[in-house]
């Protein structure tokens, strides 16, 4: 698509429930990369795809969250027992994916309220 | 500790005057990149300029420059004749070669509000 495009972009659950937020990158963009905003904050890394794989899982807070990208385009982020705490925005972004220094566009984001 | 230090939490103008956000980083890499990105009230973030970390020219696109600066490694954005339309918040972010630049550190931003 012409952008990164995520779904839904607000998504209201109750506390312990399981949530699947959705990213469809830049045609063609092989790195995808999930964030997490709270509020006044800056973006936050979560995890980071080069394809198929996760090349970078470090920023995941715990093992409720996961993500993933089967076909190297499209990527899941999963939360399990969801918590008060992981209300916040989450972002995708997409680069090219060559090397050096790539320039993430991001989309919109989708914004979790946990009550 | 913070990789990216954004200290000006909110800054108010007057629409003409300049500004300036400053954006201080740390790292022990020497071959890095630094970012800045502009959030507006829609929410989504629009990349504005990217610096490696060997070129510490200053750099000038329309109303908006940078000055980058290795010896108090600081990366400031500087916005002439401040426009209502440049209200948004604005955030520096650092990559790294050690993690072949794939993990953006970003500051806590800094919300510019423009007043008419």
Redesign the interface.
Known sequence: GAGVSQTPSNKVTEKGKYVELRCDPISGHT?L?W?RQSL??????LI?F?GTGA??D??LPNDRFFAVRPEGSVSTLKIQRTERGDSA?Y?C?SSPGTS??????????SRLTVL | AQK?T?AQTEISVVEKEDVTLDCVYETRDTTY?L?W?KQPP??????LI?R?SFDEQNEISGRYSWNFQKSTSSFNFTITASQVVDSAVY?C?L?EAS?N?????????TKLNVKP
């Open positions: 790195a990369y964030y006044g904050q800056g973006p936050e890394f980071y080069q090349a970078d470090s920023g925005v972002l972004a050096g220094a790539n320039v993430l566009t991001f989309g919109a984001g | 990216v954004q990149y970012f990105y829609s929410g989504e973030l629009v990349f990217r490696n955030f972010a990559s993690y630049f794939n993990k953006f550190y970003f500051g806590s931003g």
